[in-house]
């Protein structure tokens, strides 16, 4: 990985700035993502205001019911959120997922439109509403859960799959957005969040484009 030091970095100090990373908090899974992030040296703020946005270098969606999420924001939250998402990594997982979409299907509702996917929300059905199962990071295993999970059902040209279960792919990035439809803070791996954590350290160091390998 091909590390840039900014200008404006202090150089007397090699270390780099501990990233704030922003967990929206209206409702759903976020404490499970602020322990999972400070776990791996993150600093966390608990979002609950628009306002707060603009203290953090990345935000993460958690899971929940991306329907109340909407409710919750109302219209000047969305935009906030959407204007947000274009400038700076953001991580959605499950429900952040689906608010990432460009088009969500069962019901159809808004998206962010920071990933050019659609999405079904609820997508394997009442019998399975939530499982643990094998997928793939990269190439390597990876363990998912999976709870009233929705399926991506289209991806765009510009949209890198990052894990795939089966045939389906279940996490995405695309610029500085990044989702998945699994809950990666219920589990011991920690590798997607450091994923995230590279995402922000390096559109935060270089204007990146992608993930810093
Ligand atoms: N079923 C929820 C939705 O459609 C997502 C579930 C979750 O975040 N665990 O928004």
Do not use: W
């Not at 609950?48 to 924001?73: A, Y």
């Not at 190439?139 to 279960?165: D, H, N, Q, W």
Request: net charge positive; glycine share 10%; with cysteine.
């Amino acid at each position: 990985m091909v590390r840039k030091r900014e200008k404006s970095l202090p150089t007397s100090n090699a270390q780099r700035p501990t990233a704030v990373i922003g967990v929206l908090a209206l409702q759903g899974d976020f404490d499970a993502h602020r322990r999972r992030l400070e776990e791996l040296g993150a600093k966390v703020l608990l979002i609950k205001k628009s306002e707060q946005l603009e203290d953090i270098d990345g935000l993460v969606i958690p899971g929940g019911e991306s329907g109340t999420f909407l409710n919750l924001l109302g219209d000047e939250g969305f935009k906030k959120l959407k204007q947000f998402a274009r400038l700076k990594p953001t991580f959605g997982t499950c429900a952040g997922a689906i608010l990432l979409a460009t088009d969500v299907e069962n019901p159809k509702q808004a998206g962010l439109g920071a990933i050019d996917m659609a999405i079904r929300r609820n997508a394997y059905g009442r019998q399975v509403d939530s499982s643990i199962r094998e997928g793939l990071l990269g190439k390597s295993p990876l363990e998912m859960v999976f709870i009233r999970a929705p399926k991506i059902s289209r991806v765009g040209a510009e949209v890198e799959v990052l894990a795939t279960e089966g045939k389906d792919p279940v996490a995405v990035r695309q610029g500085s957005a990044m989702a998945a439809t699994f809950h990666p803070e219920l589990s011991d791996d920690t590798r997607v969040h450091k994923a995230f954590l590279d995402l922000v350290t390096g559109a935060s160091h270089t204007s990146v484009r992608g993930f810093a390998r």
